[in-house]
């Protein structure tokens, strides 16, 4: 039989607690059993067995301070024995009986499974309410600054999305040029003829000409000519509008006393937005580079050159951009005032 543990003597009887013991007894509760490592003797500990039917509130949960291989280091009331039991446990308040007792991670499920699991559900529905206060209140003041950087973002996503649209169509449509299908990967290729001999059925050695692909060099922003992009503008209306919405109506009411959906609906809302403006901002960062003076004189050297992949002309000379085929062909496409604007940032997330 393992060693027993000395139990003191002023824990082996009920100690009352008339009313819900609230945080700050379960942060002395935390800190007792972090500076001991034993929750048995802490003053307020009832080392009794729960009796039958009555109902356990778990107020927060502990791990006793122990190396890795230990298992059990304190004795718990719900179990037989004195003997080290557990290592992670429970804060559980008994509100008919009015007592505490600190108590195995599962250990009182062996006395009533029902109860333990409803209280455990209801643990981790306080939690998840905490957090979600928690969360809502870091955010709240921030949100002022986030809609700030929307409402600049906007005119440049605007601008951004034109231009795409514009470059496009003439690409595809007026050029019939597969400019993603080439460009896509951001590798500017030319063709290579190199010579390579080979043996003949003979035995003689013959020499043949075999085309091959080198790059040329990278750009960046070659993301703006992809099929499947959707435009950039909406996003970020929305947001803003859902944002300023949260900002209005939630920045002084007290989040403890919303309902549970709501207040889950405007956590979920605040961190879901501000996502998709950070991913917004981000994308537009990489369709700015297409229009940028390195990417623009690296696509025309390149589209100059006799052996390019693709034969075209990419210039840019302040709001237009000239595209084609060759310096007779070009066609112009107007771009937005805003497009070279730096792309604001969002404060930090924490
Ligand atoms: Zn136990």
């Not at 000395?6 to 509760?29: K, L, S």
């Not at 901002?281 to 690296?298: C, D, H, V, Y």
């Not at 937005?336 to 969002?346: A, C, E, F, K, T």
Request: hydrophobic share 35%; charged share 30%.
């Amino acid at each position: 039989m393992p060693e027993p543990i000395e139990i003191p003597e002023e824990n082996r009887r009920n100690i009352i607690f008339e009313t819900d013991p609230g945080d700050g007894i379960v942060q002395e509760i935390k800190q007792h059993i972090r500076e001991t490592g034993e929750p048995h003797t802490w003053w307020g500990h009832s080392h009794t067995k729960p009796p039958p039917g009555s109902k356990p509130i778990y107020l927060d949960e502990f791990e006793i301070p122990a190396p890795k291989d230990v298992n059990g280091v304190a004795p718990c009331p719900c179990c037989p024995h004195d003997s080290a039991k557990y290592k992670k446990g429970r804060i559980a308040w008994f509100p008919q009986e009015m007592v505490i007792r600190l108590v195995g991670k599962d250990c009182f499920a062996a006395l009533d499974r029902e109860g333990h699991d409803d209280a455990v559900v209801e643990m981790r529905k306080r939690q998840r309410r905490a957090r979600e206060i928690a969360f809502i209140l870091s955010q709240i003041p921030k949100l002022p600054q986030v809609l700030d950087t929307a409402r600049d973002a906007l005119p440049i996503a605007q601008d951004l999305d034109a231009v795409e649209v514009a470059l496009k169509g003439r690409l595809e449509n007026t050029l019939r040029m597969r400019a993603w299908q080439t460009l896509g990967a951001g590798e500017l290729r030319v063709r290579e003829s190199l010579t390579e001999s080979f043996q003949r059925a003979d035995g003689s050695t013959g020499e043949r000409q075999i085309e091959s692909m080198r790059i040329y060099a990278r750009i960046r922003g070659a993301a703006i000519l992809n099929p499947l992009n959707r435009p950039l503008a909406p996003v970020i209306s929305k947001a803003i509008e859902r944002l300023a919405e949260v900002a209005t109506d939630f920045s002084d009411v007290d989040h403890g006393n919303l309902e549970d959906t709501e207040r889950s609906r405007v956590a979920k809302l605040v961190e879901r937005e501000q996502g998709k403006l950070r991913e917004t901002l981000e994308k537009m960062g990489e369709r700015q580079a297409f229009l940028s003076p390195i990417t623009i004189n690296t696509l025309r050297t390149w589209g100059a050159m006799p052996n390019a992949e693709l034969r075209c002309i990419f210039e840019r000379d302040g709001e237009t951009l000239y595209v084609g085929r060759d310096q007779n062909g070009k066609i112009r496409v107007p771009v937005g005032r805003n497009v070279d604007l730096s792309i604001p940032r969002l404060p930090a997330r924490t």
